[in-house]
């Protein structure tokens, strides 16, 4: 690639990236005004700038703490779990070479709301497991699962999807069959509700965990950027180039069951994030993951924070499971790629 297109393209993803943080910002700020009792954008600035210590600003002390401790945290932690969903997802459709590989691919998602159902219905861990916890530990049992399956690191894409779809069956029958026979009607209620996503009960400890973890991952996908655009082109060309390639891929598939667990242990199960926002990222910067991977992220934050917006919106006076609004979106784009996809006659 010439120097003019590669400064060319950092300019674009420049331009792009400082775009998108400005929607970011005013996209967060509707969320933290947005809800049962809407609060003007300006309170939510000062209530913002009074914890920092910038201002001394008299409000409320109702808004100041709606605004603080429920809406601000909410809308930040939607941000990071849209930015890592989106980023799993530009990850394995390099991994897999599948325009419809997404994070739950790997069965994580149904092994952690099998961990999640267990601590809630069953009661395991005599609530010294907290439900993250159990969330967590499911996800990564399904992750182990599907490595053994598909023999660790060195099977090819095919097998590990084949995996990956084994082990969600297997899990979401676990989960079916704990439900049906072991909880009563109001638990079943709570485990639907958790398993199609919802940002209801998340606070700033969890922003807090859920940011290192982003960080740290995105920071390990960067780095492997170059990585990431050889094995677009299979196994053995990336092999050719130099790539490490069983190595590279334990650690990519581990990247993405840690952030997927970490997010699905948190807010429950949220599809098509993954799916839909890594195909949009590379019609706007290109499949360089150099530049898709930052992109991804971005426009997964901004999208996953205007569907939570919209969750609060579409019904009144409840809330609307996160996920129901993201399969919304991206039900019509899963057919869109399948169309796309479609051989020619």
Not at 89 to 107: H, S
Not at 157 to 167: D, E, M, Q, S
Request: hydrophobic fraction near 60%; include cysteine; charge should be neutral.
């Amino acid at each position: 690639m010439s120097s003019n297109a590669m400064e060319g393209g950092a300019s674009r993803l420049a331009l792009f990236l400082f775009i998108s943080v400005i929607v970011l910002m005013f996209a967060v700020a509707a969320a933290a005004a947005i809800g049962d009792y809407n609060i003007p954008v300006k309170t939510v600035f000062l209530s913002v700038t009074n914890e920092l210590g910038l201002t001394k600003a008299e409000i409320p002390p109702i808004e100041q703490s709606v605004v603080w401790n429920l809406r601000l945290s909410r809308a930040l932690i939607a941000a990071l779990a849209g930015a890592g969903l989106a980023l799993c997802g530009a990850i394995l459709q390099a991994l897999l070479r599948n325009a419809l590989a997404e994070p739950f691919v790997l069965g994580v998602s149904a092994g952690a709301s099998t961990g999640a159902v267990c601590v809630i219905v069953l009661g395991i861990g005599a609530g010294s497991l907290s439900l993250s916890l159990g969330a967590f530990a499911g996800a990564f049992a399904a992750f182990a699962l599907v490595a053994l399956l598909s023999n660790g690191a060195t099977s090819g894409p095919n097998h590990t999807i084949l995996a990956g779809v084994a082990a969600s069956q297997l899990f979401n029958a676990l989960t079916s069959y704990i439900v049906t026979t072991s909880g009563n009607a109001q638990q079943a209620r709570d485990v639907m509700f958790w398993l199609l996503g919802s940002f209801g009960g998340v606070r700033w400890p969890d922003f807090y965990l859920l940011g290192i973890v982003v960080i740290v991952c995105l920071t390990i996908c960067i780095l492997m950027a170059r990585s990431l655009d050889a094995f677009t082109f299979g196994d053995e060309d990336a092999a050719a180039l130099g790539v490490p390639v069983a190595r590279i891929r334990l650690v990519l598939f581990g990247v993405t069951a840690l952030l997927t667990a970490t997010i699905v242990s948190m807010v429950g199960a949220i599809g098509f994030v993954g799916l839909v926002v890594p195909h949009a990222a590379r019609y706007v910067v290109g499949p360089m993951h150099m530049r898709l991977l930052p992109a991804s992220a971005m426009i997964g934050a901004v999208f996953m924070v205007i569907a939570d917006i919209a969750s609060r919106m579409i019904a009144t006076q409840q809330t609307v499971p996160i996920g129901v609004v993201t399969a919304l979106v991206g039900v019509p784009f899963f057919a869109i790629i399948l169309y796309r996809a479609r051989p020619q006659i």
